[in-house]
């Protein structure tokens, strides 16, 4: 006769809890790095976007140089957001965050 309770010897619970647990892998839950460089990114990203946006609304009212510069400034900042866009785990140096800061201030 088997016991509601019967209890299973330490051993082999250990072997059936480990065996179990290599053989299961959740393939929909996948681990894609950190959760603060994904803060970080994603900071990152708002930041790209607003600057973006700032630059678009910039007018024509300028020198030919400033368009040429403009236009420059405006090519590596795309190049930025696609950086940003191509990994999860992908974000900007220091220096390209530098960049980036001078720029909003300088045509906002």
């Not at 053989?23 to 607003?50: P, T």
């Amino acid at each position: 006769m088997i016991k509601n309770k019967q209890r299973i010897e330490p051993h082999v619970e250990r072997y059936i809890k480990t065996k179990w647990q290599s053989e299961y892998i959740n393939k929909d839950k996948k681990v894609y790095g950190s959760k603060r460089i994904n803060l970080l990114r994603i900071k990152q990203e708002k930041k790209i976007k607003a600057l973006l946006l700032v630059m678009r609304s910039w007018g024509d009212r300028t020198t030919e140089y400033d368009r040429l510069l403009w236009r420059e400034s405006f090519n590596s900042i795309l190049k930025m957001e696609t950086h940003l866009r191509s990994g999860l785990n992908h974000t900007l140096s220091k220096k390209e965050m530098n960049l980036a800061n001078m720029l909003y201030r300088k045509y906002c």
